[in-house]
């Protein structure tokens, strides 16, 4: 599959856990999406923050900031109930939850989260 059409899936996916976090009475930000490579070095390289070889450099990852009854949530265990919903949404889905990095939402790519 071309990166492309994996970015367009993980878009349409991320819709998806927008639609059901709201159904289900959180309320979302967006955080990090995309990170530029003139900024952060292209895949494998590390400048600045993050990891060298992070999705988001592939446009296949999202933090979003979390929300409930007006609190703002920050840790992975406030992220569960939407990090699980995440991974039954696509076979590539990989919660941030499982390395500790609660508002991570990414597909896999080329072996990268």
């Known amino acids: ?44 390289v590390k400048e600045g923050y993050g990891h060298s070889k992070s999705a988001h450099k592939r446009r296949l990852a999202l ?21 699980d919903y995440w991974v039954t949404l696509h076979e590539d889905a990989v919660w941030g939850g499982t390395f500790n990095d609660g508002n991570h939402y990414s597909f896999m790519h080329d072996g990268c989260a």
């Open 63 to 83: 933090d979003l900031n979390l929300f409930k009854d007006g609190k703002y949530l920050t840790s992975t265990s406030d992220h569960k109930p939407l990090g």
């Open 1 to 44: 599959m071309s990166l492309g059409s994996k970015q367009r899936e993980f878009t349409l996916a991320i819709s998806e856990l927008i639609t059901w976090a709201y159904a289900s009475g959180y309320e979302l930000t967006v955080g990090d999406a995309y990170r530029d490579p003139r900024v952060f070095g292209g895949v494998g």
